[in-house]
């Protein structure tokens, strides 16, 4: 089954989730299928399970070698193992072929069972309890008439296979830091929340942070209020938002398109910064109107390009 693009607008708050499964005993004897989704944008195909060799020094016991798929080396993790689970083997498993931060990964499963289209409104955030029953690789959870759905965080995994694939911020960058700029950050791990506003405290920014699009979009409104009140511009108060793609409630894509059309936002530079920012899909951030989009592992330069940006737009308004 090789995946190819489905048709799907850009801006409608809407995402497609690949749907699969891993088999897992239960305690009656028989098998019991736990169901888990990734973002369609991420998965490249879906494949028979390919002859696999070994790799020398692998960080994990879940990485069962790699395979040679269209010239290209791919690492396969068995995922069952990754979370911890004991899969029972009562059919042939599937192989699902992802790229995202420019880094091609394979993981096996049970099975696949079909793609569903869904709005971000009804992906809900784990709790506590699930997150720590998935080894906190869960992202989202979509609640079915007959079953739940969890998002898996694709990221995470990869990253702590590979730690080098990991955000990291270039340490030898010296910051000038006496614009007094101010930066919204839209996204929804911590982790890269945390990153990305000591990344632009260093450069200069003050830094006011949301969890989600909707969050960062209610903020906006607040602010573009604010300066028609005071007949102020809108740079009075924000100069930049930066923004992940995938989040729950309202994605990025979302945000950029309303803030596109908003008569008064409409000229606040906004960068897409986010694992899905890759040639295959860049026309996605271009349709809504953002002004930059930037891959994950290149946090370092996110904040010289908002400079650039902010200076760009400030100097055609004087």
Same mark, same amino acid.
Do not use: C
């Given at each position: ?29 028989? /098998?019991?299928? #736990?169901?888990?989704? $990734? ?5 490249? +195909? ?7 060799? +070994? ?7 879940? $990485?069962?070698?790699? %395979? ?7 690492? =396969? ?5 990754? &979370? ?14 992802? +790229?995202?931060?420019?880094?091609? @990964?394979?993981?096996? $499963?049970?099975?696949? @069972? ?6 971000? +409104? ?18 989202? $959870? ?11 965080? &694709? ?49 200069? %920014? @003050? ?5 989600? #699009?909707?969050?960062?979009?209610? *903020? ?41 059309? /908003? ?9 897409? %910064?986010?694992? =899905?920012? @890759?040639? *295959?899909?860049?026309?996605? #951030? ?15 330069? &996110?904040?010289? *390009? ?8 400030? #100097?055609?308004?004087?």
């Amino acid at each position: 089954m090789s995946h190819t693009n489905i048709l799907l607008e850009s801006g409608t708050n809407e995402l497609e989730i690949v749907e699969f499964y891993i088999n897992e005993p239960s305690e009656e004897g028989e /098998h019991y299928q #736990g169901y888990y989704g $990734v973002n369609v944008a991420k998965v490249l +195909e879906i494949i028979r399970m390919p002859q696999v060799t +070994e790799m020398p020094e692998v960080t994990h016991p879940s $990485v069962l070698g790699a %395979f040679n798929q269209r010239s290209h080396i791919t690492p =396969l993790v068995d995922l069952s193992m990754w &979370l911890g689970k004991e899969r029972t083997e009562n059919e042939p498993p599937k192989v699902i072929v992802t +790229e995202f931060n420019r880094v091609t @990964t394979a993981f096996m $499963v049970s099975g696949v @069972t079909r793609i569903h289209r869904i709005s971000w +409104e009804e992906v809900e955030p784990p709790n506590a309890y699930v997150s720590n029953l998935s080894n906190d690789s869960i992202t989202g $959870v979509v609640k079915m008439d007959d079953r739940i759905i969890f998002i898996l965080d &694709l990221e995470k995994i990869v990253t702590e296979l590979n730690p080098s694939l990991g955000l990291r911020l270039d340490e030898t960058i010296h910051w000038e830091t006496g614009d007094n700029l101010k930066a919204l950050i839209s996204d929804d791990s911590a982790l890269i929340r945390e990153m990305l506003k000591d990344l632009l405290q260093k450069a200069g %920014f @003050t830094v006011e942070v949301t969890h989600n #699009g909707k969050e960062a979009w209610d *903020r906006l409104q607040e602010l573009s209020k604010l300066a028609l009140e005071n007949n102020k511009p809108i740079w009075d108060y924000v100069n930049v938002l930066v923004s992940d793609i995938e989040m729950p409630s309202m994605d990025g894509l979302s945000l950029t398109k309303n803030v596109k059309e /908003h008569p008064v936002l409409k000229d606040l530079p906004v960068m897409l %910064f986010s694992s =899905l920012i @890759t040639d *295959r899909l860049r026309h996605k #951030g271009d349709s809504v109107g953002a002004d930059d989009q930037i891959s994950k592992p290149e946090v370092s330069q &996110l904040a010289l *390009r908002a400079k650039d940006l902010i200076d760009k737009y400030m #100097g055609a308004a004087e």
